[in-house]
């Protein structure tokens, strides 16, 4: 027995683990369900796209999207200690405090983000006297087309913006990442390592949940699958914590009888407790890029894992940006061609996380219904148009190699279908298990799963409105203050 238990080695479960374990009186039990991995790929800043479908990856795909190409989308997540955080692209941004308003509308101001904003800087702060905390890089020396970029966003008379990870609210800026001179900076490498070693923290990798003991108001234990494929149950005397993430938080309560009833009982689930909101107000960051042959090869085709720079803006008649756009060196093993991407900062379209059936070894069911809002698409349209902009600016066409050809047509129905055709996931699905005081909240503000007195769930599920940036910033930020409340109960 265990004081806490917690599901998920990510990014919130690290944080936690670390957290919590500070404490030499309190013991902690984390279980992934991923292994502990040194690969080069996830340690070279460079290779997290060569993750994707590997065996650290979940490799779930969505369900067909038809209103875009009509098909299934993949959808990458981190199956290993450090969960999606050792196979992102590192871009750390706290986002605008915009969707922190609506945070605080479900919630309460206590996630306002003035009552936030404490816990981003603690996440900025780097390591603690334990060496607990993470590394980040301010990219300031930037790779050349990342250069243009800002060059380019200045000539159509976009500001600079020297903080973007903590002001992004409009401009141009370079980003700031997770990674140091010596690779990846994920939730395993700045949380768990510094604090692996203590006496009270067990770590458990390879060891998958796959359901909750459930009596009354109370969670008796959760069932897992260990290392040696043996059926355990670990049980904790203070806090069952889920961090299992978007999909596996909101699949876990699932399995578990906790959500709403009628699924539940079509497949023959007994309800636990009817939670109607589980899986519900699924959404993620949808984007679509364009390619550009280059004149020239990369110059430093290892400087970059994704982007150096972004920019944020708004279409016409938003004075709030609404758009996020950036410009990839390096698309796949291509060093002659360069992409401009636009992604949604605040899209509207909402889906369903559901089950595929009570296995827990079947996936389930994801339909983030993309392109649900017709604003949605009338923003990435517009992100189009700048993209056809940046495209004509000086500093642009010194990269091109064809300067003078335009890049896309100016007619909206055709960029509708070129959106329809090529937009995809910006890898920051959230919203699963909402946080809220209504009836389809998931967990209460506390972030205890509504009608159960020791579980709560603590991860990007919780978040109610993306916020405009990446979504590991607010997860680090959410896991920092839920450690908080953990501890003052
Ligand atoms: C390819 C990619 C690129 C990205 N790029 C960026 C970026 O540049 N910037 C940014 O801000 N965000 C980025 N993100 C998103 C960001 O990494 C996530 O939002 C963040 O990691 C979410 O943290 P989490 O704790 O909710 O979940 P995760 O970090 O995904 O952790 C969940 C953990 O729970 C484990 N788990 C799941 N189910 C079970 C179970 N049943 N039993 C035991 N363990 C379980 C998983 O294996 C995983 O380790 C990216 C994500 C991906 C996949």
Known sequence: MHD?????AGAAGCVLAARLSADPAVSVLLLEAGPHTDDERVRDPNRWAELAGSRYDWAYWTEPQHRLSGQPMQWPRGRM??????????????????????????????WAYPALRPFFELVEAGPDHDG??????????????????????????????????????????????TRTEDGRQGAADGYLAPAASRPNLTIAPQSCARSLDVAGDHATGVRYISADGVERTARASRELIIAAGVIGSAHLLLLSGIGPAQTLRRHGIPVRI????????????????????????DPVRTGSGLADAG?????????ESDMHL????????DDESFTVAVGITRPLSRGLLTLASRDAGDA???????????????????????????????????????????????????LERFVRANASTQFHPVGTCRMGCDELAVVDPELRVRGLENVRVVDASVIPSITTGGTQGPTYAIAEKAAVLIGKT
Not at 311 to 319: N, P, Q, R, T
């Open 364 to 414: 389930p069911l994801l339909q983030p219904s993309y392109l649900a809002s017709d604003k949605d698409l009338g923003i990435l349209v517009a992100g189009l148009r700048l993209i056809t902009e940046i495209a004509g600016t000086h500093a642009i066409q010194a990269l091109r190699k064809d300067p003078q050809a335009r890049a896309l047509s100016s007619d909206t129905r055709s």
């Open 132 to 177: 607990v905390g993470l590394r980040m890089t301010r990219r300031d020396d930037s790779h050349p087309w990342c250069e243009a970029f800002v060059a380019a966003a200045k000539e159509l008379g976009f500001g600079f913006n020297a903080d973007l990870d903590r002001n992004g609210s409009a401009g141009v800026g370079y980003y700031t990442v």
């Open 311 to 319: 920019l944020f803006a708004g279409s016409a008649g938003h004075d």
């Open 4 to 8: 806490y238990v917690i599901v998920g």
């Open 274 to 297: 009817d939670l109607p909101g589980v899986g519900r107000n699924l959404h993620d960051h949808l984007a679509v890029s364009v390619r550009f042959p280059s004149a020239n090869p």
């Open 326 to 333: 950036w410009l990839a060196p390096t698309p796949g093993a």
């Open 81 to 110: 200690i450090g969960g999606s955080t050792a196979m992102n692209a590192m871009v750390y941004l706290r986002g605008m405090p915009g969707p922190y308003g609506y945070w605080a509308q479900m919630a309460g101001d206590d």
